[in-house]
């Protein structure tokens, strides 16, 4: 696919990581079997978004209040000529991909939306692995429910929930214990949501 034509506007995206890093905050209390994870407060006028497995794969996305950029890396695949990927980036998105945490981690490709919100991406003409790491983020509940189910190992988590989620509507404990009916750590549960910058009506 091509992936600029398939991803969300910015503004949905933000929706979608918001969402999936809720249901992982959900489905799992232990950070390091967690996939997706959201920081609303980033930096001033920013918000972060990271997918990690323990195999290395990864992706970074930043929010800035008008802009996003993603930074992919792959192991399966070379990393790339930074010089090639970043021609014609906007200098707004230059201390992100060059600096720290995103310098260390390396970079297969890299998106960002341009000055009419549209997605700009640099071809080297190498597969890089970008349409396996991001086709979480179509917008799709039907894409994370299958990934959730087969991942965390789980018969059935309701659509409808992850529906709600997806819409950004206000999560309350019967929709948190339909999603995972053995949920005991409330407390990080509360503190992700935070972090998350998601609302949530109940008390433990």
Request: hydrophobic share 35%; charged share 30%; net charge negative.
């Amino acid at each position: 696919m091509e992936i600029t034509k398939e991803l969300p506007s910015r503004e949905s995206l933000q929706m979608v990581c918001k969402a999936i890093s809720v249901l992982d905050a959900i489905l799992c209390s232990e950070w390091e079997y967690r996939y997706y994870s959201y920081n609303s407060q980033w930096g001033e006028g920013e918000e972060f978004c990271e997918m990690q497995d323990m195999e290395g794969e990864r992706f970074q996305i930043l929010f800035k209040e008008k802009d996003c950029i993603i930074n992919g890396v792959h192991n399966d695949y070379e990393a790339a000529d930074k010089s090639i990927l970043t021609k014609g980036l906007p200098e707004t998105y230059q201390e992100f991909l060059f600096g720290e945490p995103v310098a260390s981690y390396g970079t297969n490709f890299c998106i960002w939306t341009d000055e009419t919100g549209n997605w700009q991406c640099n071809e080297t003409g190498k597969a890089d692995g970008k349409e396996e790491l991001l086709h979480i983020l179509d917008g799709n509940p039907i894409t994370y429910k299958q990934w959730a189910e087969e991942y965390f190992e789980v018969e059935e988590i309701p659509l409808d929930v992850i529906e709600q989620v997806y819409r950004g509507e206000t999560l309350t404990e019967s929709m948190v214990l339909a999603v995972n009916p053995e949920m005991e750590d409330w407390e990080q549960l509360m503190s992700d949501l935070e972090d998350i910058n998601y609302t949530f009506q109940f008390k433990r």
